[in-house]
Structures are given as C-alpha cells and as structure tokens.
C-alpha cells in the first residue's frame, strides 16, 4: 500500500487532490490521510509512515469548524482517520467517490494553539534536514499558488497550483535527477535485474516471430534497461531508463 499524506486548510482542495491522486493510482492500492495546517502536517508524519507528502504552502484553518483528535490518540483506532483504495475499488469511480465523500466525513486532526504560524515550506524543509525521524523520510512535495524557490540542493519537489492528474507521472519523472541525487530515491539494482530477466525470458518467447516484429523490441532492449526507483520505504516510485 502506497501512503499518502495531503495538507491544505482548504477541505474542497484536499477532496480534490484525493480525487485526483485516485485516477492517477489506477493499480496500485493507496492508503491517504489528511492534515489542516504544516504543523498538524508534521504531527501526523512523526507518527506514522508515509510514502509521499503533498503540501499546501499558507494555511488559514478555522478551528471551530474542525473534528479534532488528541496527539496521544494518533496512531490509535480512534485517531487519524484515512481513506484505503484498493485496485478493485479503483476501478469503479462510483466507489470511490462514495468513498472519498465518507473518509472527508469522519476527517478529523490534531489542533493546538499556535497552529498556521508555519508555512508548508518551513514545514517540508524542517521534514527534509530532521534525521530523528521515527520512519523512513517520505517523498515530499510542495504546492502553491505562487512561485517558490528552494534551496538547489533540496529534494523537495515544488509545484504550482492546480497540480492536475495528467501532470502528475511528468512531475516525478522530470524530478527524477533531484530525487536520486538528494538520496530521496534511489535505484533498484535487484529490481533492474528482474526486469532484464523478464526481458530475456520475453525475447526467448518472442525468436519464433517474425523478422519485423522482432525489429522492435530487440532494438530497446539494446538501447536501454529498465531501472525501477525506489523511496525509502522500498516503494517503487516509477521506472527509470538507462541508455
């Protein structure tokens, strides 16, 4: 299971990047939580395990109208409420909408005084340099309605509002260089292997086609191999290609 953590204080635009993020998962199951601020954001990810956190940057929640959970209480059957999307129910859009609309029903999160002060970027940064983490660092991205510069080195992945789901897969792929440079990701070597064992398996199976069919496939296989990228959890990511 993929998991996710979405931040906004804005509760039409995390139901819209779920939606979202359920057409892009189309195999994969996923499992995704929610937070109101940066620092609820950080709260929730010192607790618990994600494998990719997509932040807004300004937060301005109204408390009052909020569900509210007790730190304590995070890890707990009573805590952190999330949404489990499995392959078959990604499937079926009628599902996951019903889905979707009762997970946003039951949201709740932890709420302490003081709350908003911190942008996402503060947040993402503070993510990116703590090495006391409980669990493996996630992938983190950052979305915001303006322009944001982070520091080269970072492998923070920054993104302008509206993220839309057919840009999503272009997003980790252009990033790709960053997030292996940084550590973030790294290269699967066993998983490269399987692949060219599958590709050598497959290319057996395929001698007795003919001249024409075989042009293709013969020549990408010499060309390049297929690297699986992996985060710190061991969740593949996407799949490079090594010419």
């Given at each position: ?31 995704i939580s929610t937070a109101c601020t940066a ?194 959890h061991g969740s593949q990511i996407f799949v490079s290609h090594q010419f």
């Amino acid at each position: 299971t993929f998991r996710i953590m979405v931040a906004d204080d804005v509760v039409m635009l995390r139901k819209g990047v779920l939606n979202m993020l359920s057409g892009v998962f189309s195999d994969c199951p996923i499992s995704i939580s929610t937070a109101c601020t940066a620092e609820d954001m950080l709260r929730a990810v010192s607790r618990n395990p994600f494998d990719l956190i997509i932040c807004d940057n300004l937060f301005h929640h109204d408390a009052s109208k909020l569900r509210r959970i007790e730190c304590s209480k995070e890890e707990g059957s009573l805590g952190r409420p999330s949404v489990f999307l499995d392959g078959e129910t990604l499937r079926n859009r009628k599902l996951v909408r019903e889905k979707i609309n009762q997970f946003f029903k039951e949201e709740r999160f932890t709420l302490e005084e003081g709350d908003g002060e911190m942008t996402g970027l503060e947040a993402i940064l503070k993510l990116e340099k703590d090495q006391s983490l409980q669990y493996p660092k996630p992938i983190l991205m950052l979305l915001s309605g303006n322009s944001l510069d982070v520091p080269s080195e970072s492998g923070v992945i920054v993104r302008q509002k509206p993220l839309k789901q057919n840009e999503f897969i272009e997003v980790f792929e252009e990033s790709a260089p960053k997030l292996l440079a940084t550590g973030m990701c790294n290269e699967d070597c066993l998983g490269m292997e399987l692949c060219q064992e599958s590709s050598t398996a497959s290319g057996m199976s395929d001698s007795t086609s003919t001249d024409s069919d075989a042009d293709g496939p013969e020549c990408l296989s010499e060309m390049s191999a297929a690297v699986p990228v992996v985060n710190r959890h061991g969740s593949q990511i996407f799949v490079s290609h090594q010419f």
